[in-house]
């Protein structure tokens, strides 16, 4: 089969968890036998084309310096790019991630008569703060964008596609959930030599609906107690030097620790070395660095937001928390912190249910039926 992903970004240039997604769905569709076409933006410094791990990664449109960081006329050049490309290539199938991909790449598939994939990973339900750029024109566009007819849509955890029936009126049998995963044999193989003391980890975008200042709140709050508090926050996003001040204003700045552009073995070791992850949004697909987290030994904290609720099972490998109930979110985390034998027990269930449920191998063969179905 001849399959093209379309993607704004790809690891290793962004590493966010629908290009993670994507990454690992390829590299197993390629080994099976299959040929794949990424296409995505170009990035300042990289060539036009690379191939990792047997996926074909072809950047084009517009270049960009700083990702996701994206201009209007960025997303326009990548849409017309997207167009032409899809025009002058034949394909099985082409699978589009959301949302500047999805109109390009659906009107070239029909324009084609190939079938269309539209990959929703989370919808906005509740207010502006689910959006970084352009929010009232990407609210109108999300709206519009989810209930395009494609062939099928793909989206990653029964939250999101309950909200897809509800809020937008797509047709229940439309719509297909293949969750996200990990791969537990590259997990296994990256080793600390220690651990952290008293470290929450926060992995992520640096938007304003991942509520990281929520986290800030709770770190100040809990250094009365514990002076040597630590969080580190991997990421970047447009909400970094707004976080950078708030650590001055409430007096944290020694105890967090700001860190982007790691490679993911590196990542994946800061997760292993840190004692609590944590994810405070009030907007989450599925929420992927929980399963990471949890693959690591490590358990979790989070608000009971969209998929999150299908990943943490409150108390038994984790923590739920009532979205921005920064008081909640702080006494759970104290718990965990000064609970080591409780801590390392919701770990070692975590790790369990990811065995179970959420690993890469498991969840292609969803991808693949699909595929073939259609």
């Not at 109109?103 to 070239?108: H, L, S, V």
């Not at 049998?173 to 080793?191: E, H, P, T």
Request: charged share 25%.
């Amino acid at each position: 089969m001849k399959i093209c992903i379309v993607s704004d970004f790809f690891v290793p240039h962004y590493q966010g968890g629908g290009e993670r997604r994507y990454y690992e769905f390829a590299k197993r569709l390629v080994k099976k036998g299959h040929h794949v076409d990424l296409i995505c933006m170009k990035i300042a410094g990289f060539g036009d084309y690379e191939e990792i791990e047997g996926i074909n990664v072809h950047h084009i449109g517009p270049t960009i310096i700083n990702p996701p960081q994206r201009s209007s006329s960025d997303f326009i050049k990548f849409i017309l790019a997207v167009f032409r490309w899809i025009l002058k290539n034949d394909y099985d199938i082409i699978d589009a991630q959301a949302y500047s991909p999805l109109i390009p790449a659906f009107i070239g598939a029909k324009l084609k008569r190939t079938p269309i994939i539209g990959t929703i990973h989370d919808v906005s339900t509740i207010g502006d703060d689910q959006w970084i750029q352009s929010a009232k024109i990407a609210a109108i566009a999300e709206k519009i964008l989810v209930r395009i007819p494609y062939d099928k849509i793909i989206t990653v955890s029964n939250s999101t596609k309950k909200s897809l029936v509800k809020y937008y009126g797509v047709k229940e049998d439309r719509i297909c959930v293949v969750y996200a995963g990990v791969d537990l044999k590259f997990i296994d193989s990256v080793k600390v030599n220690k651990k952290y003391q008293n470290t929450i980890i926060f992995v992520g975008r640096l938007a304003p609906h991942k509520h990281v200042d929520h986290l800030l709140k709770c770190v100040k709050s809990l250094k009365k107690d514990i002076p040597n508090i630590k969080l580190i926050i991997i990421g970047k996003g447009l909400e970094k030097e707004n976080l950078i001040n708030l650590t001055k204003k409430y007096g944290i700045k020694n105890n967090v620790q700001f860190m982007e552009n790691l490679g993911y073995k590196e990542l994946i070791a800061e997760i292993k070395k840190s004692n609590v992850l944590t994810l405070p949004s009030t907007r989450e697909g599925f929420g992927i660095v929980l399963t990471e987290a949890n693959a690591c030994g490590i358990p979790v904290v989070a608000y009971a937001s969209g998929g999150v609720v299908e990943v943490v099972d409150d108390g038994i490998n984790g923590f739920l928390v009532g979205p921005s109930n920064v008081k909640s979110l702080k006494n759970n985390i104290k718990f965990l912190l000064t609970n080591p034998s409780k801590r390392d027990n919701l770990g070692k269930n975590g790790r369990k249910l990811v065995e179970k449920s959420f690993t890469w191998d498991k969840n292609v063969k969803d991808i693949l039926n699909i595929y073939n179905n259609i």
